[in-house]
């Protein structure tokens, strides 16, 4: 059994799996939030492994929560040690033959799934400057858990790399070329880990080759990104230098036109912080009607708000836009799968991104697409010339494989 240990590490949590690859089925995983206020919160929960010939559906997940002080990333890994002490599974008994790191931005030099050695590390450190929210977390969570699984090797898998594909017409900005290289400032796009996990998933599917067809995946999480896949390949995508641009996310606003900025700099006397604040933490949905959760603006659409309800016209409309650029992009659609928090369990959403689309071959069956399931499904109806799917995503498998391909 090769087991492979997945971190997360974000600025204040660490997400962490262990699975094992032959099976794709996680032992364990945990999530530790909060890390340096005064209290952190732990949740640990361990996947009984079935016997062979015993069914896996009998046996039950069990999930431990508890809190503690857990000051900064060496603390988080080691309260994840003892979680795996105390509740199992035995470290001892299941060790990781590789650690695999999502790391989000790995600017233009990375493309693979990476070996971290010291001038890797130093090279994700350098990035921090394209990404000072991630990459410095990041590179807390490699630190520490290098200390602890010194002998095994550590791979660096990064947001960016699937997206290192674009041609060069669509990570271009169109803005002095001089300028915009000695700052690389370009689309690299993100969630690269799944859009090419989701693709992947969708094409196997439904039994097709992936190098035949144009694929459109909407993810559509807390943050959102919809990336076009020609041939399994990345061609086109709507984060860019960083994970703002694009689609209306939970509190993030996606496009709007750059010289708003220069507005609100002159004439409300916002700063370069007060403006990033803004476009991050206080846009999107919640900018638009107090709510960032699809949920809660589902629930005042239902209701006939009037915030709740343009901010969903206007996410929608949004969606519309680029599910329409990017099928002239591709010269045509084959597949379009959702996917992520939003994606996989906001029926209402699919059917509306998609309403206008009849003009391609887009039919969403309305049974399929209500019907409550997990797992990845088919939603469009049988004659669709668009098969549109469901596609739980998996980073953390996705990072395993990649890691354990890389080793
Ligand atoms: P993240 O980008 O943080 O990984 P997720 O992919 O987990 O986020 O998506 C979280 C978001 O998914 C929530 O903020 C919420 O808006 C949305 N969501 C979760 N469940 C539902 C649901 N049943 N209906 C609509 N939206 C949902």
Redesign the pocket.
Known sequence: MSVVLVINSGSSSLKYSLIDTATEVPLASGLIERIGQPLSVISHTVHPQAAPGEPAVTMLDATYRSEQPVPDHDAAFAAMLAQFAEHGPQLAEHPPVAVGHRVVHGGARFFAPTLITGDVERQIGELCVLAPLHNPANLAGIRAAKTVFGDVPHVAVFDTAFHQTLPPAAYTYAIDADLAREHRVRRYGFHGTSHKYVSEEAAAFLGRDLATLRQLVFH????ASVTAIDGGLSVETSMGLTPLEGLVM?TRSGDLDPAALLHLARRAGLLIDDLDELLNKRSGLLGLAGR????DI?AGVAEGDEAATLAYDVYIHRLRAYAGAYIAQLGGVDVISFT???GE??PK?RADALSTLGFVGVRIDSERNERKAKGIRLISTDDSAVAVLVVP?DEELEIARQTLAAV
């Open positions: 559509l999480g807390n943050g939970g960032n959760d699809m949920r589902l992520a928090g939003v369990n906001a959403v995503t």
